[in-house]
């Protein structure tokens, strides 16, 4: 096996361990489109588990991402990037020590987008970390999940275009993105409440939330109808689905899909 295809083989298993929803449908992506979203997937992640990391104090947090954002702004330093989280190497997981490596498995043609989507990530994230993620409005909200979930709507449209040309309209693909983290955000409402965070603006109820999160579901919806690529069109359907089906489980008061309900909604968007 050469080096690069170990090391993609790698990212693919990193990527099992760190999200089921998003594995499977980039596993069915074709090897172009594999290593790029995947890739994509991987670095944004390695972020997102520093912003999210409960042993690290807040100033740390913003300390590392602003840096990690620098490095994402030139040619990729990877040895800096090792000095930088040398200090917190036994806190922080696989998936966020190795970002050079998921930059690696990035194609050319791709890589740059998915540094400059990840390096303005991981800006927005260390500003939400200052801000103690107080968020009181909806203009809030809206800034906060553009951060964390829109740009990667957006980093995902860049992709398709510079795969075979399919556009897709941005401001669609925020709100697909919005979507996504709204499900989150109601599926872990107690789990966030327990570590003293609450993403829902003032004033708000959950069912607020709910329509937050339906609006920008539909966005989603609208965001689809451009595509044509199969593969493309597959990929984008399977996570909108799970969320679709992950608010129903919550509207009825369930936290979560089981297993077999998971697997029997990707079966039926396959069928299609």
Same mark, same amino acid.
């Given at each position: 096996?050469?080096?690069?295809?170990?090391?993609?083989?790698?990212?693919?298993?990193?990527?099992?361990?760190?999200?089921?929803?998003?594995?499977? /449908?980039?596993?069915?992506?074709?090897?172009?489109?594999?290593?790029?979203?995947?890739?994509?997937?991987?670095?944004?992640?390695?972020?997102?588990?520093?912003?999210?990391?409960?042993?690290? $104090?807040?100033?740390?947090?913003?300390?590392?991402?602003?840096?990690?954002?620098?490095?994402?702004?030139?040619?990729? $330093?990877?040895?800096?990037?090792?000095?930088?989280?040398? /200090? #917190?190497?036994?806190?922080? /997981?696989?998936?966020?020590?190795?970002?050079?490596?998921?930059?690696?498995?990035? /194609?050319?043609?791709?890589?740059?987008?998915?540094?400059?989507?990840?390096?303005?990530?991981?800006?927005?994230?260390?500003?939400?970390?200052?801000? $103690?993620?107080?968020?009181?409005?909806?203009?809030?909200?809206?800034? #906060?999940?553009?951060?964390?979930?829109?740009?990667?709507?957006?980093?995902?449209?860049?992709?398709?275009?510079?795969?075979?040309?399919?556009?897709?309209?941005?401001?669609?693909?925020?709100?697909?993105?919005?979507?996504?983290?709204?499900?989150?955000?109601?599926?872990?409402?107690?789990?966030?409440?327990?570590?003293?965070?609450?993403?829902?603006?003032?004033?708000?109820?959950?069912? $607020?939330?709910?329509? #937050?999160?339906?609006?920008?579901?539909?966005?989603?919806?609208?965001?689809?109808?451009?595509?044509?690529?199969?593969?493309?069109?597959?990929?984008?359907?399977?996570?909108?689905?799970?969320?679709?089906?992950?608010?129903?489980?919550?509207?009825?008061?369930?936290?979560?899909?089981?297993?077999?309900?998971?697997?029997?909604?990707?079966?039926?968007?396959?069928?299609?």
């Amino acid at each position: 096996m050469t080096n690069d295809a170990k090391l993609l083989k790698e990212a693919m298993h990193i990527l099992k361990l760190t999200s089921r929803t998003f594995y499977i /449908p980039i596993k069915l992506l074709n090897p172009t489109l594999r290593r790029a979203v995947g890739s994509a997937y991987l670095c944004m992640r390695a972020i997102d588990e520093i912003e999210d990391h409960e042993q690290i $104090d807040a100033q740390t947090k913003q300390f590392l991402l602003v840096e990690t954002s620098r490095l994402l702004d030139n040619e990729f $330093d990877e040895e800096a990037y090792r000095v930088l989280l040398r /200090p #917190y190497a036994e806190l922080l /997981p696989e998936v966020t020590l190795r970002l050079g490596d998921w930059l690696l498995v990035c /194609p050319d043609d791709v890589i740059e987008k998915v540094k400059d989507s990840t390096r303005i990530m991981a800006e927005g994230m260390a500003k939400w970390v200052e801000k $103690d993620f107080e968020i009181n409005t909806l203009e809030d909200l809206d800034d #906060y999940t553009f951060y964390v979930a829109g740009l990667v709507g957006v980093m995902l449209s860049d992709i398709w275009e510079a795969y075979d040309g399919t556009k897709t309209d941005r401001d669609l693909a925020i709100g697909y993105g919005r979507g996504l983290q709204a499900v989150n955000m109601l599926r872990n409402q107690d789990e966030d409440a327990d570590r003293g965070v609450r993403f829902i603006p003032d004033g708000w109820t959950r069912d $607020d939330m709910f329509t #937050y999160a339906e609006t920008n579901l539909a966005k989603a919806d609208e965001y689809i109808e451009s595509i044509t690529t199969k593969n493309i069109l597959l990929f984008c359907k399977i996570p909108l689905a799970l969320a679709k089906s992950t608010l129903a489980a919550l509207h009825s008061g369930r936290e979560k899909m089981n297993r077999k309900e998971v697997e029997s909604t990707v079966a039926a968007i396959l069928e299609e």
